[in-house]
DNA sequence: GTCTATACCAGGATAGAC
DNA sequence: GTCTATCCTGGTATAGAC
């Protein structure tokens, strides 16, 4: 892949660092990788964002907000068009799950990084507790609330665990190890984020019924 | 909690490491963190095990071969009691989780750790592909070849796509970041297992078999 | 304001003496 | 089994070039 020297070097920092923080981990990568893989000095990352735990939460922060709007967007698009019933349990994880796409659609591959490193933040026991509430909270409580309204007849405790699940099976998709590939022998792609959400939106929906529903 | 001094040095450091690696990743931990925490030198480590990474490897499989026995046992035990026609999607999955409340049955803080381990190197990009084959695959292949049995019209991807989830939703639970915990406010606990399991075993049959049954 | 060269020093992996 | 020395790596600060 050639070195996008068109890119401002602060931006060629940050994507660097996406790509290794979610490939090795917070402590697997050092500041001086991350410089040579952006094709900068050492010191230039210090210059831009400070100390290392700086750039990290930089790079955390940095598509946040645009995934969670695309993401709150699409819940209130179905909420909209549902009316007063609102909407089904699978067009709620429907709308939680398909803006994630968007590293497929864009081709961008700071995307499909970004995601990864999603994944091992909410994995992490040390990162995980730190890191997701601040960003990832409100989106995560305004979708539940949303299925509370779609199974009114469960149980908090009952919903969050479904939550759970679901929270689970996506994190291991955006972590895209290649472990589904080897596992099926190549019949299914850890890659194919669309082919995981297929699967993965009817099966989390009726999860949610079996456990909601009775 | 008390330093056991009279557990052997070896398993002390094996413990300490076990502990360390599942929270912070292999990065995140130096042998002299290990050796203080187990109490020993910094180089008995080293005359144990080798090199860093040969540690990592004794810890990940120490407990390898037990775990997946008893999981073995349990998929032979309700394969046995259900005759010709096989055991059902939920006993299968009963027999896959179950025995992973070990560490809460037995009290064991390492298990819990080790289990956390797992749910690092399963959900590392890194990590995954280099590890997880060698001590996992024969188990879960024998697992999805039960799955078949009890799915006959599904296809091959489906039987998969469905496990993807299955392992995710496992995965996240493993991994223990009390991230449930403050989500619910308190109605759900990361470490109580058998809570998870109670909700993941209906939860992820009912998907099996929407995906599998149509 | 952006960037590079360089230096400093803490901390760590490893090997070899004992 | 243990202690210690050695070499190295990495995070960070600073001075100054462009």
Chains 1, 2 share one sequence.
Request: include cysteine; proline fraction near 4%; charge should be neutral.
């Amino acid at each position: 892949m050639p070195k996008k020297t068109n890119v401002p070097k602060r931006d060629r920092i940050l994507d660097a660092a996406e790509e290794l923080f979610a490939e090795h981990g917070y402590d697997g990568v050092t500041l001086r990788r991350i410089a040579t893989s952006a094709g900068v000095d050492v010191a230039l990352a210090n210059y831009h964002f400070g100390k290392k735990l700086d750039l990290f939460q930089a790079v955390f922060n940095r598509r946040a907000e645009l995934l969670n709007g695309a993401r709150l967007e699409a819940l209130h698009a179905c909420q909209e068009s549902s009316g007063a019933k609102g909407p089904s349990v699978e067009q709620i994880i429907e709308a939680f799950l398909r803006p994630l796409e968007i590293a497929q659609e864009t081709g961008d591959e700071g995307w499909r990084h970004y995601l990864a490193l999603i994944a091992y933040i909410n994995n992490s026991p040390y990162w995980g507790p730190r890191m997701m509430s601040s960003l990832f909270d409100e989106l995560v409580q305004e979708f539940i609330k949303a299925l509370k309204k779609a199974l009114p007849k469960a149980s908090e405790a009952d919903i969050y665990w479904c939550y759970h699940n679901l929270s689970g099976a996506l994190t291991l998709t955006l972590a895209n190890t290649g472990r589904i590939d080897k596992l099926s022998r190549g019949q299914c792609h850890s890659a194919d984020f669309r082919a995981a959400y297929d699967h993965m939106i009817p099966f989390t929906a009726a999860g949610f019924r079996k456990i909601c529903e009775g």
